[in-house]
């Protein structure tokens, strides 16, 4: 059996800034629904179609200067890609924030935890 390389640390750019993130999550809502019937086999027999959802949740250090202004964050492209140079870019477009919250620990640096919402995503 071959030896099979898979994804490891991605890198996350904003806007073109690149961001160090300690934690991503993306979330992919396909839109579709069950269509539930009325008929003898008592199941389902189907799906509709719908609108596809994007989530993000991030976890970033806070930096000391030149952090961003995540609430002002609209219409964003944030882009993933494999931090050794390989593989393909992934963004997500029109991005904006809906919920920002702050961590402070006593073993570890301050965090920022994003909750994002995009309304594409592209394959480059």
């Known amino acids: 059996m071959a030896l099979q390389e898979y994804a490891g640390a991605m890198a996350l750019e904003v806007d073109g800034k690149e961001i160090e993130v300690i934690d991503l999550n993306v979330v992919t809502k396909t839109g579709r629904k069950l269509v539930k019937t009325m008929t003898r086999s008592g199941r389902a027999k189907g799906y509709s179609k719908g609108v596809a959802e994007y989530s993000l949740d991030l976890t970033v250090a806070i930096p000391l200067s030149g952090d961003l202004d ?3 964050i609209d219409k964003a492209k944030l882009t993933i890609y494999p931090a050794t140079g ?3 870019r ?3 477009l029109d ?3 809906i919920e920002i919250g702050n961590k402070f620990t006593v073993d570890s ?3 920022r935890t994003l909750k994002l919402q995009s309304l594409r995503r592209v394959i480059e």
Request: aromatic letters at 20%; a negative charge; charged letters at 35%.
């Open 86 to 88: 390989d593989g393909q």
């Open 109 to 111: 640096e301050g965090r």
């Open 95 to 97: 991005c904006f924030v």
């Open 90 to 92: 992934e963004s997500y």
């Open 70 to 72: 995540w609430e002002a």
